[in-house]
C-alpha cells in the first residue's frame, strides 16, 4: 500500500467535503428564503456531482 497515494485521495475526499458541505449551506439558504428554483439549481449542478465525485474518489482510495 502507498502511504502517497493514500493520503493524496484523502486528501481530495476532504476537499469534496468541503465544497458539499459549502453548497449544503447555500441549499438550505434558498430554502429558507422559499427559492425552490435556487433549490433545485444546487441540488442538480453542485451537489449530486460532488457526490459521484466523492464516491469515485472513495472507492478508488478503498481498492489501494
Known amino acids: 500500500m502507498n502511504t502517497k497515494q493514500i ?7 476532504c476537499q469534496k467535503i468541503d ?3 459549502d453548497a449544503f449551506i447555500k441549499r438550505i439558504e434558498a430554502l429558507k428564503q422559499g427559492d ?9 449542478m453542485m451537489l ?3 457526490d ?6 472513495a472507492d478508488k482510495a478503498n481498492n489501494l
Open 52 to 57: 459521484k465525485q466523492i464516491k469515485y474518489l
Open 19 to 21: 465544497l458539499h458541505a
Open 48 to 50: 449530486e456531482p460532488l
Open 7 to 13: 493520503l493524496y485521495y484523502a486528501d481530495l475526499i
Open 36 to 44: 425552490l428554483d435556487r433549490v433545485e439549481f444546487i441540488e442538480k
